[in-house]
């Protein structure tokens, strides 16, 4: 099977860049969405990569590189011809992104969904059972999760041997990198048709031999931002001096905190709070989760897609 026609279940942080990023490289996507307010909420999010896009295009013409691996090939000279056409890629991708809330019309030619909603492990179940009844044969079904194991949601599917795991990192057109981690029962050929397609979108297939808790990148990510979030949480130091210290000391271009920014707020307590210990106001996870929830999520500091996380962007 050649993957043509992708679907991408959700319209957040990464699934808006994974489906402008798909679009980009010449695929059929539809995103669906949950409700109109949804889809209002997803057309600010895929303008911004566009203007991104463009932008870095436009600088491309007087550059020679380095340039955004998702956008350009490194290793080569473009003409400013060449440059325009990928603009007009750009253009093309955002003119012919689809978003819908008719889940069966958005799926009914799919060859690939993926699945990028919310890090709740029931509500990907309840969401998995009603789509099992409406893909074609042939769908391949991916999850984004960050954290979870596909082994654990896999018998709700309806397809377990079409159901994987493909994790990308956020700014996927800079960072593009795509793990792709099946479970015990994961066809092999279908775990090759999406380390295939991840490399068509111009992301660097990472094959994970088995299942892993956090793939390989959250599994050192998580644990470096859960001990920023700490140190806030107890009162230790004030973010923006933790950030600097690790900037400072490590020579990294930014802190945890604004990594929690690029993330986005609303992730970071999903997963927090799959923990038990976050129920529990007392244990450290219970002040981490309360403070990102009563001083970020309620007052609608999300992120950098919302203009405003721990640092203001707007």
């Known amino acids: 099977m050649s ?126 059972q009603k789509l099992a009844p409406l893909l074609p044969e042939k769908t391949i079904l991916a999850t984004n999760t960050s954290t979870l194991l596909p082994s654990s949601l896999a018998q709700y599917t309806g397809r377990p041997e079409k159901y994987l795991a493909l994790h990308f990192a956020n700014n996927i057109w800079k960072q593009n990198t795509a793990e792709v981690m099946g479970h015990p029962g994961t066809d092999p050929a279908a775990y090759e048709e999406v380390a295939q397609f991840a490399a068509d979108i111009g992301m660097v297939p990472l094959r994970l031999k088995k299942e892993k808790n956090g793939y390989l990148l959250n599994s050192m990510l998580v644990p470096f931002l859960m001990a920023a979030q700490s140190l806030w949480a107890e009162d230790i130091a004030d973010f923006e001096t933790i950030d600097k210290t690790w900037v400072l000391a490590t020579g990294a271009p930014m802190g945890p905190f604004r990594i929690l920014d690029i993330v986005g707020i609303t992730t970071a307590y999903n997963i927090l709070t799959n923990n038990p210990a976050a129920a529990d106001p007392n244990t450290t996870y219970g002040k981490m989760a309360k403070r990102l929830k009563e001083e970020y999520i309620d007052t609608g500091k999300l992120g950098i897609n919302a203009g405003e996380g721990f640092y203001k962007y707007k």
Do not use: C
């Open 3 to 128: 993957i043509q026609n992708v679907v991408l279940i959700g319209g957040g942080v990464l699934g808006s860049q994974i489906a402008y990023q798909t679009a980009y490289k010449g695929f059929h996507v539809t995103i669906w969405l949950r409700s109109d307010a949804s889809i209002g909420r997803a057309q600010p999010k895929l303008q911004r990569l566009h203007d991104i896009y463009v932008a870095e295009l436009t600088a491309a013409k007087s550059s020679p590189g380095p340039y955004s691996p998702g956008l350009l090939d490194n290793g080569r000279t473009y003409t400013p011809e060449e440059i325009d056409g990928r603009i007009a890629q750009a253009d093309a991708a955002l003119a012919g992104l689809t978003m819908t809330t008719d889940l069966a019309e958005a799926v009914k030619d799919a060859d690939l969904v993926i699945e990028a909603l919310a890090e709740v492990p029931q509500e990907k179940i309840e969401f998995y």
